[in-house]
């Protein structure tokens, strides 16, 4: 009976020590800010800090707080405020081309693709952390009405666009035809923005305009990069095969760019088989060279491409490849937008999306254009004046240079 007390007591002895020094432990890591503390099973999450661990219980608690105390609950929709939060995570990467598209938003983006939508056709991105036109496409109210690559979009309906992301902007510039919205435009060299009222219309962007040019220079006006631009630009090239074109002119200015895909097929026109269009750039520094496939026609002529401040993405892709990989090749005009970053968009759910920035693009030579651009070889500016009187020297000088190439 003795050496079994003795043994309960032994026992139950141990139990309590075990317990004291483990409580014990826990108090003193708690007390040093320990990231992760164990007690009796429960984990508590950034003693310390919350740089590495994510309690996800904030983020319910401030949803039940917004629904229990929020002053008009007849405007909390659970979906909204769903997306809502999505847009703030991804608005958090800093990245103005990492996005969330709802339902609409996606719906705005695949009839974008196809070039048909109503509003006033002009391009915009943030740059500077200001709400910035890109490019106004040809034939659109945004270019009619003289907005130029660069303007500053300060106010859309008297509603500052101070913390507005893209879509936003889209949303409220967009409309139905015969309407029109007007907007607050700063454009560099004025004392003061001026409010301009552009008109809304059916937009549809034709991928590209040729023509032949002094008879025997072949003219290539690229609007966008979309799905059916690369057979379209084939078309225009067996054109100008067919009229015997000695030299090309191929106008990239206020083209936002589109389809990488679309890029890489164009410059296999232009460019010998095997040619480093692109390189791809991931988050780890693993780089990935897009190369031209079989179709070369174009590379012996002499070729001029003329830039602007809207010529971006897509457009700044094709420019910097010919320029690296060929001799005979000139860039005419000015400094390129500066779009240096390749999307990816996936799907979500069925009518929902995101476009996330998965790599950045270098030339063929490994040079960074992102936030910078592609300078031209032989700088050439555009007024106001000449754009209402209809005078291009860009264009001018871009057929001087083939030319002079000629003979």
Known sequence: MFKRLFLF???LAFL????????ERGRESLSSGSDTVSVNGAVILNGKSQDKEVDFALFWKVWEIL??????????????MLYGAIDGMLASTGDPYTTFFDPKEKEDFQEDMTGNFEGIGAEMAIKDEILTIVS?????????VGLLPGDKILKIDDEPTTNMDVEEAVRRIRGPKGTSVTLNIYHE??????????PREVIHVKSLRFEMKEGDIAYIRLNRFGDETADEFERAVRSAVGAKAQG?????????????????????FLLPEKSVVVIEENGRGDRKELKTHSGDIFSELPTSVIINGGSAS???????????????????????????????LVSVTRDTAVKITVAKWLTPKGNQINKIGIAPDDKVSVT????????????????????????
């Open 314 to 344: 897509a457009s700044e892709i094709l420019a910097g490849a010919l320029r690296e990989n060929r001799d005979n090749v000139r860039l005419i005009g000015e400094q390129s937008f500066g779009k240096g970053s390749v999307q990816e």
């Open 248 to 268: 090309l002119v191929i106008d990239l200015r206020n083209n936002p760019g589109g389809l990488l895909t679309s890029a890489v097929d164009i410059a296999s």
């Open 189 to 198: 060299g004025d004392e003061e923005p001026k409010d301009i009222v552009v």
């Open 9 to 11: 007591f032994a026992v």
């Open 136 to 144: 106004p496409l040809e034939g659109t109210p945004a270019e009619r």
């Open 16 to 23: 309590v020590l075990a317990f004291f020094v483990g409580y």
């Open 67 to 80: 629904k229990e105390k929020f002053v008009d609950q007849s405007k909390l929709d659970a979906k909204q």
């Open 384 to 407: 106001r004046e000449q754009v209402t009187n209809k005078e291009d020297p860009q264009l001018q000088k871009a057929i001087e240079w083939v030319k002079s190439q000629l003979k």
